[in-house]
């Protein structure tokens, strides 16, 4: 089989023994910021998000993502390699994390009349008009209410405190965006 990758032109791959470093991506790399309090396990465990709470930070090699990203074909979502094609799928993810994959896709645009209150419904408390848009709930609110739990909380509040650790985990760590609102 013959290769990819033109050996006459320098390829991203050799910046992993030069010092070209101009052609890597740089990356962001978002955590929750705390661990959950030990009571929260049984009710993360039960949602099955218990392997995905025990994810702190990632060590990332952004010259072999950048590797990565220049075998990309977008037009067929894969990695075209010496060996042939490869994807990342959503089974991989799921076993990488211990998520469940099956049930019903969560998709669209909802639309909530009253976010407010859907909110506390939720989470048993919302945030006030400063701290929220409701199109977004910031990091640093939940953190704020929820980081640090009574010693005598209710199961109430700590299936609450561990919805608010889930909102965490899947909008700091499994799906960052770059608006700056960072959990930590």
Not at 53 to 72: G, H, K, N, P, Q
Not at 125 to 148: C, I, M, R, V, Y
Request: proline letters at 5%; hydrophobic letters at 40%; a negative charge.
């Amino acid at each position: 089989m013959a290769s990819l990758i033109n050996k006459k032109l320098s390829h991203i791959c050799d910046t992993v023994n030069n010092t070209d470093s101009y052609r890597i991506l740089r990356g962001r790399v978002n955590g929750v910021g705390y661990s959950p309090d030990a009571r929260l396990m049984p009710y993360l465990e039960l949602a099955r998000f218990g392997s995905a709470a025990l994810t702190r930070t990632f060590d990332l090699r952004y010259d072999l993502i950048s590797a990565l990203v220049e075998r990309w074909r977008p037009e067929t979502h894969t990695f075209h390699l010496p060996c042939g094609e490869c994807t990342v799928t959503l089974e991989d993810v799921a076993l990488q994390f211990g998520l469940p994959i099956d049930g019903d896709a969560v998709t669209g645009v909802s639309a909530i009349a009253e976010p407010a209150a859907l909110c506390y419904s939720l989470l048993g408390a919302s945030p006030g008009d400063a701290e929220s848009t409701f199109s977004e709930l910031k990091f640093t609110w939940l953190k704020a209410n929820f980081q640090h739990l009574s010693d005598n909380a209710t199961e109430e509040e700590l299936v609450c405190a561990a919805r608010a650790y889930i909102m965490h985990i899947i909008g700091g760590v499994l799906m960052p965006n770059s608006n700056n609102n960072k959990p930590t």
